[in-house]
């Protein structure tokens, strides 16, 4: 297996053409982009109101029931429903991203939910109390308190992605996952297993780039669990989180 894994990797035919590593990836990045632009754009703002507000909680368990959708019945599904009403290639590109989207939105949206939730209501009531309005207490204290848990949803969702993105050749879609499909069908293992390794090795530079993202966006004190907020607290740590939340607070322009 690995003098055929090898033995892929140094052909030349592997690297080049419509079929090469190089499309491939670019492919499997497009989609995992895409979808992730789409579930963001629901599920952060949704997070972010559920959040804020208390409404509407029951929305995250609805979403979280999702992950316990099988994925490769759920592509099926889709594709049956809409191979029929899409033509050309968006007949297989649609339904899968759209599952796909399905599958990103839970961890988006749980996060964000959580980070916003699980904010000191002390830091809340100091930012009210010098004038802050609602959008302001959002966006100045909740919103940046709540980056760690946003990060790890944020991460999960695109772990998640990336190996789904996989399975969805089974109906058609590009990326990666062409490796695994075509090479277990002409029981070409060595391609077989490159591309799963090379699905692997993206999710790790994926999370490993995130994980420095975050690094520099989120606030030194609020890393490392020391997030404010009675659940995410350190429970080893001195209870001084608050005062550096409310630190945050500063009155509007």
């Not at 100045?140 to 996989?166: D, I, K, Y």
């Not at 499909?181 to 790790?204: N, T």
């Amino acid at each position: 297996m690995i003098a055929a894994l090898l033995a892929w990797f140094t052909d030349p035919a592997s690297w080049t053409g419509e079929d090469g590593i190089p499309g491939r990836l670019l492919e499997h990045l497009g989609y995992t982009a895409v979808t992730l632009l789409v579930a963001a754009a629901v599920a952060i703002p949704l997070g972010l109101w559920v959040g804020h507000t208390g409404h509407a909680r029951w929305l995250v368990s609805v979403a979280n029931s999702l992950r316990a959708v099988p994925t490769l019945g759920l592509l099926f599904a889709a594709a049956l429903v809409l191979f029929p009403r899409i033509g050309g290639d968006l007949a297989f590109t649609v339904p899968s991203v759209l599952v796909l989207v399905l599958l990103a939105v839970p961890p988006l949206l749980a996060g964000t939910y959580a980070g916003v939730e699980a904010v000191e209501p002390a830091a809340r009531d100091a930012a009210k109390g010098v004038g802050m309005t609602g959008s302001q207490v959002l966006w100045q204290v909740e919103v940046p308190n709540a980056l760690p848990l946003l990060f790890s949803g944020v991460r999960s969702a695109v772990l998640q992605v990336v190996a789904t993105a996989t399975i969805a050749s089974y109906i058609g879609l590009g990326g990666l996952g062409r490796y695994l499909i075509d090479g277990i069908a002409l029981s070409d293992y060595g391609r077989a297993a490159g591309g799963a390794l090379l699905v692997a090795v993206l999710a790790l530079v994926l999370d490993a780039l995130l994980a420095l993202l975050q690094r520099r966006v989120v606030s030194p004190g609020l890393s490392g669990g020391n997030r404010v907020g009675g659940r995410g607290k350190d429970s080893s740590r001195p209870e001084v989180e608050g005062d550096s939340a409310a630190a945050t607070v500063r009155a509007p322009a």
